[in-house]
């Protein structure tokens, strides 16, 4: 996953392969404690330079009160990190383009449940979106409307 060699890692600290001096301490203090660690995000510096995120998962053998080592686990999740990275760029380009339109905008499931007005529509009825969510499409649709609204959303 790094790219080293087996002689280049074999024997070596962990901790000189991760980025964060701060995570590696603290998970080796928890396994030394005896703690397993479970999906600990972390940041690995690959043989080419490269930065990969993984989770964490180890868990340490203690025998008679003294950490011994440990068996571990490491997932690369460097694809999903970036992915992540890039939909919220993407919500983040909506949002302040939704917000900036002079229409009022809102979003809803397929129950009718609304998740999401822009501020446009906040200022224009003087609600905050707590109220507008408590209040559902209720809070503004006719009733005459709204089995029709419902049935386009579905």
Same mark, same amino acid.
């Given at each position: 996953?790094?790219?080293?060699?087996?002689?280049?890692?074999?024997?070596?600290?962990?901790?000189?392969?991760?980025?964060?001096?701060?995570? !590696?301490?603290?998970?080796?203090?928890? #396994?030394?404690?005896? /703690?397993? !660690?479970?999906?600990?995000?972390?940041? %690995?510096?690959?043989?080419?330079?490269? !930065?990969?995120?993984?989770? !964490?998962?180890?868990?340490?053998?203690?025998?008679?009160?003294?950490?011994?080592?440990?068996?571990?686990?490491? %997932?690369?999740?460097?694809?999903?990190?970036?992915?992540?990275?890039? #939909?919220? /760029?993407?919500?983040?380009?909506?949002?302040? %383009?939704?917000?900036?339109?002079?229409?009022?905008?809102?979003?809803?499931?397929?129950?009718?449940?609304?998740?999401?007005?822009?501020?446009?529509? #906040?200022?224009?009825?003087?609600?905050?979106?707590?109220?507008?969510?408590?209040?559902?499409?209720?809070?503004?649709?006719?009733? /005459?409307?709204?089995?029709?609204? %419902?049935?386009?959303?579905?």
């Amino acid at each position: 996953m790094l790219g080293y060699e087996p002689s280049e890692y074999i024997g070596r600290s962990v901790a000189d392969f991760h980025v964060d001096e701060d995570v !590696i301490a603290s998970v080796m203090q928890r #396994l030394t404690q005896g /703690e397993p !660690i479970q999906d600990q995000r972390a940041r %690995l510096r690959a043989r080419d330079g490269s !930065i990969r995120h993984v989770l !964490i998962r180890s868990t340490p053998l203690i025998e008679n009160g003294t950490f011994k080592h440990t068996r571990c686990f490491t %997932l690369d999740v460097t694809a999903r990190v970036a992915a992540e990275a890039e #939909l919220r /760029e993407s919500e983040e380009r909506f949002r302040t %383009l939704a917000d900036n339109i002079s229409i009022l905008a809102w979003t809803a499931d397929r129950t009718g449940a609304v998740r999401w007005y822009n501020k446009r529509w #906040l200022e224009y009825t003087g609600t905050s979106l707590e109220d507008m969510k408590a209040w559902g499409m209720d809070g503004f649709l006719h009733p /005459e409307h709204r089995e029709r609204v %419902l049935t386009t959303l579905s």
